[in-house]
């Protein structure tokens, strides 16, 4: 079992950048592929990237591609979401989530094991 928590949200202009981290103890961080998630004011919680369990492999959501950078630290049992040109629709609660399976392209909620209790990220326009 892993426990995450993130951290990193705030409130931001857009165009700005924010970084979020997510902390990830118990069972050992590198077994799990890391994800995240997020859920703007009224809709689903949808995906945003992943990352491989050894930092070789990612994936983003098509909105995210060129903006947004997953990244991960096994050594400190760290994962990061860099965002940066953030717009008002990037409003959301962002999640961390795990799920301990070799690497494959995850983008459903239901794939993901483990859950953070969530970020809130606001982007004023």
């Known amino acids: 079992q892993v426990q995450l928590v993130e951290s990193g949200g705030g409130l931001v202009q857009a165009g700005g950048s924010l970084r979020l981290s997510c902390a990830a103890s118990g069972r050992r961080f590198n077994d799990y592929v890391m994800g995240w998630f997020r859920q703007p004011p009224g809709k689903e919680r949808e995906f945003v990237a992943a990352i491989s369990q050894e930092n070789t492999m990612s994936y983003y959501a098509e909105a995210e591609k060129g903006r947004f950078t997953i990244s991960r630290d096994n050594a400190k049992n760290m994962v990061y979401l860099q965002m940066n040109t953030l717009k008002p629709e990037d409003t959301a609660v962002y999640y961390c989530?795990?799920?301990?399976?070799?690497?494959?392209?995850?983008?459903?909620?239901?794939?993901?094991?483990?859950w953070g209790q969530g970020t809130q990220v606001t982007v004023s326009s």
């Open positions: 989530a795990a799920d301990f399976r070799p690497w494959t392209i995850r983008k459903t909620r239901s794939e993901y094991e483990y």
